[in-house]
């Protein structure tokens, strides 16, 4: 019997979700990376643009800040790391289980990364770039289709990463 509905897959979401905002320090540890890690690459890349004479490639010295504020405050979101439970679960055997659930596994893996993805922007990516605007200042789209287009890229972003580490991951059931 297989599940109607989308009910299912809105409870994984909020499971992905409470999962990671159980952890708060952890994502306060992220935080204080990220702001780190962005005041360094900020100095690095400002005095770049400066060297260089105001302009790196078409980048000012406020338009490369967003970038790197941007790019610092998605880092939680999107999955450049490749760590998955399902790759877990299928070398320890326990995919089984999942198999046996009357949901699709895709989705199901999907539908818990993207609540986990979605919590991470709250306490990372939010304050991040609001730091970065305040202490460094950034350029600031004054349309509205870059905000639209960056929400889009966002969300395409969290499911191709999400993609390929289930593909890595499923690559286990042949090779571990």
């Known amino acids: 019997m297989r599940a109607h509905g989308g009910m299912p897959y809105w409870r994984l979401f909020r499971a992905g979700w409470r999962r990671q905002s159980t952890y708060r320090l952890a994502a306060l ?3 204080i990376a990220n702001v780190t890690f962005g005041f360094l690459k900020v100095a690095l890349l400002l005095a770049t643009v400066d060297a260089a004479g105001g302009s790196v490639r ?50 199901a893996t999907y539908a818990a990364e993207l609540g986990r993805a979605l919590f991470s922007l709250i306490p990372r990516a939010l304050p991040s770039i609001a730091i970065g605007a305040l202490v460094v200042g950034m350029a600031m789209p004054t349309e509205p289709w870059p905000y639209l287009l960056g929400l889009l890229s966002v969300v395409l972003g969290a499911l191709i990463s999400i993609a390929a580490c289930y593909l890595v991951a499923v690559s286990g059931f042949w090779l571990v």
């Open 29 to 31: 540890g992220g935080l």
């Open 58 to 107: 078409g980048y000012d010295a406020a338009t490369m800040s967003a970038y790197i504020w941007v790019s610092q405050g998605l880092l939680g979101s999107i999955n450049l790391n490749g760590r998955s439970d399902l790759a877990d679960r299928i070398k320890d055997g326990s995919v089984v289980v999942d198999l046996l659930r009357p949901v699709n596994l895709v989705a």
